[in-house]
Structures are given as C-alpha cells and as structure tokens.
C-alpha cells in the first residue's frame, strides 16, 4: 500500500511559479507510475502530467504543454510538479496518484492511490 501527501500549494499571481511535491511512504515508490490530477470547482478531477517510473517517459495535458513539468526522486520517494507561467484557470486543488503499472494512464480510473489534495489559487 502507498500513501501520499501533497504540499507546496498556495496562493499565485496570474504569471507566478509554484512546485508541488508528494511525498510517498513504503519501499516500493520506484514501482509505480505517478501522476498529478486537478479539480477545479464545479468541474470533474481532470488529467495533468504522468511520469513512468523511473522518470524516463513523462505526459503532459495539452492545457498544461510547455508551462508544467513532472519528475520524480525515486530516492527520496517524491514526485514532484513544477509549475511555470500559471493562469487563473489553473486554480484547482492539485491531487498526486499512483499506479502499479508501466502504462503511463491518463484516467483517474486507473490509479489505485490518492493523495488528500493541495490547492492551488492564480489569482489574475
């Protein structure tokens, strides 16, 4: 079993950087494909980033292409977002995931572990 926990969300100007990490327990991190995952309110839990688990293939959301960049620590357990030029459409609370897997899946459907979230506010 993997737990996570997010931190490093906050409040941004409209042009402002923030990194993300998520923090997982147990032995076997270096096992799992992670992801990043966001929810704007109002909205569906939507698909950002995945990064194969040794870091070497990384996905991004069209949305997110060129401003956000996922990777991964695999010794200190950690993945991480770092997120570039942000807009105030991406406010939302940003959720990490696993999955025991060397698909780079896109669905939430897919991930078996789930961290409880960190917001993230762009203010314009």
């Known amino acids: 079993q993997v737990q996570l926990v997010e931190s490093g969300g906050g409040l941004v100007q409209a042009g402002g950087s923030l990194r993300l990490s998520c923090a997982a327990s147990?032995?076997?991190?270096?096992?799992?494909?992670m992801a990043w995952f966001r929810q704007a309110p109002g909205k569906q839990r939507e698909f950002v980033a995945v990064?194969?688990?040794?870091?070497?293939?990384?996905y991004y959301a069209d949305s997110v292409k060129g401003r956000f960049t996922i990777s991964r620590d695999n010794a200190k357990n950690t993945v991480y977002l770092q997120m570039n030029n942000l807009k105030p459409n991406d406010t939302a609370v940003y959720y990490c995931?696993?999955?025991?897997?060397?698909?780079?899946?896109?669905?939430?459907?897919?991930?078996?572990?789930w961290g409880q979230g960190t917001q993230v506010t762009v203010s314009s």
């Open positions: 147990g032995r076997t991190f270096s096992s799992y494909a």
């Open positions: 990064i194969s688990r040794s870091g070497s293939s990384t």
């Open positions: 995931a696993a999955d025991n897997t060397i698909v780079l899946h896109r669905s939430l459907r897919d991930y078996d572990y």
